[in-house]
């Protein structure tokens, strides 16, 4: 059995008429209302978890007293994990979010 749906980013076709513009505009627009949604999201998250492991860092620097050149296990100094976290937490968020970013632009919400 042959399966005869068509596909969804087809090209109009002779069978297929072309849509009109303002329905076209609606779908960009909610697409890109819906893109922007999630990427807003996603940078309110960073900013949230990027300013508690920054307030971490300053209340073990500055109200327990803990020299910047502490290190830990006597190998790592405690700038190096924070630095680390940072950039861990900007890696992951920038991959998974212009992936949700662009599933979101295409209409893809599972």
């Known amino acids: 059995m042959a399966n ?25 627009s909610d ?15 960073l900013f949230g978890i990027l300013a508690v492991i920054e307030g971490l860092h300053w209340c073990l620097t500055n109200v327990l007293r803990i020299p910047a050149s502490k290190k830990f296990f006597d190998i790592v100094p405690m700038a190096y994990l924070f630095d680390g976290a940072d ?9 998974v979010g212009v992936t949700a970013v662009v599933r979101s632009y295409l209409g893809k919400h599972e």
């Open 31 to 45: 697409r890109c209302l819906r893109a922007f949604a999630e990427w807003l999201a996603h940078s309110l998250l």
């Open 87 to 95: 950039l861990a937490l900007l890696v992951g968020v920038a991959v």
């Open 4 to 28: 005869h749906a068509k596909p969804v980013h087809a090209l109009p076709t002779a069978d297929m008429p072309p849509m009109p513009i303002s329905a076209f505009l609606a779908r960009l």
